[in-house]
C-alpha cells in the first residue's frame, strides 16, 4: 500500500461520525449570565423539552465533509431530547430556577433546531452550530403565561473530524439559546405573576429576506447538501416576512425541495422596523 493510501485510511479511521453528545460550552469572557430575582425561586416549575424537528433520524444532529467533499450524517448516540432537557433543567438550577416534576407551572422547551455543520478546510475544519428553542411557560390548566422563540450560533475553527468540537460548539448554541430567553424580563415578569404578552418573535438572529434565504438555499444545494439538511439549516431562520405565492413559484422553478420550502413557510417572522 502506498504512502498516500496508508494516510488515507488512517485519516478515515478519525471520522466517526457517530458519537455521544456532551455538555462542555467553551464560552467564557462575555458568555451569558442570567441574573434572577430571588422572588423566582417561590415559584417551582418542571421543565419539559419536546422535539420539533422535522428529522427521519431522531438522533441526526448534522452532517460533515471530507476532504473529497462527501457529505456524512452525524448522529448522537444518546437520546438528543433527554440531553438538552437535562443540560436545561441544570442551567435553569443554576440560574435560580426551582426545578421539580408534577407543579402547577410548566416551562415547555420545544426544539426547533439542533445541528452542527463541519465543513472541511484544507486544515482543519470549521464548525457551526445554529440552535433553536421556543421555549413557553403554562399553567396546569393550559394557559400561556409566556413564550418566547430564542435562535443562536456558534462557530469555530478546529480539527478536522473532531466529535470534540462538535460537542463544544453545540454547548455553547444551547447556552446561548437558552440563557438569553430566560434572561428576559418578561419571563421575570411571569413568575412574579405579573400579565404580560407572549411573543412569537426570536430573540438573538437578524431576520431575513425570503429572497435572501432563497439565494442560501441555492448556494448549499450546489455544494451538495440534501434536502435533510437543508430543512434542519431553514428551521433555524427568522423571515422579515411569510412566503407568499409568488416566493413559493420561485422557489419551485428554484427546484427547491418541498420539504424544504414547508420547514420555510414554518419560520416565525419578525418584521423589521423602520
Known sequence: MSVSLVAAAALAKKNNPSFALEFVPQQTVGGIEVLLDASVS???????????????????????????????????????????????SR??????????????????ATVRAFNVTETNQAVGATFDANVRLELELKDRTGKTLWRQASVAEAKRYGKKFSNENCNEVLSDALLESFGTALSSSTFEDALAGRQVKAVDTAIGVTPMAPSDLLDEIRQLMAAGMEAETLVEYVSGKTLTRRLDAEDLAAWKEAGIPESVMRAALRCPVHEESG
Open 42 to 88: 417561590a415559584r417551582p416549575m418542571e421543565l419539559r423539552a419536546v422535539d420539533g424537528r422535522q428529522l427521519n433520524v431522531a438522533g441526526d444532529i448534522g452532517s460533515r465533509t471530507d476532504d473529497d467533499d462527501n457529505i456524512y450524517r452525524l448522529i448522537a448516540n444518546n437520546d438528543v431530547l433527554k440531553y438538552i432537557e437535562e443540560v436545561l
Open 91 to 108: 442551567l435553569a438550577s443554576q440560574w435560580g430556577v426551582q426545578i421539580e416534576e408534577g407543579t402547577d407551572l410548566v416551562l415547555q
